[in-house]
């Protein structure tokens, strides 16, 4: 991910719950460190990690449903380890680190 500003992350992760709850996913939430940074924790957040509760379906047909719903905003990549059997969501932000 880019080196973007806690505000910007927040906005990117604004725009990924409102995709999530047009998919059907609503109840959704913040964890990790853009949740901390939102209750006045002094820390950099380097990702966004959203935990969709009593999701609609597992978590691959959603990240498929983001990508199919969203080509514009989301697409998936392999991790890092040879022998995953899942892909990583990724969501398409302005390049400007903002």
């Known amino acids: 991910m ?3 500003s806690n505000l910007k992350m927040l906005a990117i992760a ?3 719950l409102a995709s999530l709850a047009l998919i ?3 109840e ?3 964890v990790g460190g853009l949740a901390t940074y939102m209750c006045r924790q002094i820390r950099k957040a380097n990702d966004i990690a959203i935990v969709v ?3 609609q ?3 691959r047909v959603i990240r498929n449903l ?3 719903a969203f080509p514009g905003s989301f697409f ?3 991790p890092k380890d040879p022998n995953a059997t899942w892909k990583n969501l990724r969501h398409r932000a302005s390049l400007d680190p903002g």
């Open 66 to 68: 983001l990508c199919i």
């Open 76 to 78: 998936l990549v392999k």
């Open 14 to 16: 604004k725009n990924i």
């Open 24 to 26: 059907g996913e609503k």
């Open 53 to 55: 509760v009593n999701p």
């Open 57 to 59: 379906a597992d978590g």
């Open 2 to 4: 880019h080196n973007f």
């Open 28 to 30: 959704c939430c913040l």
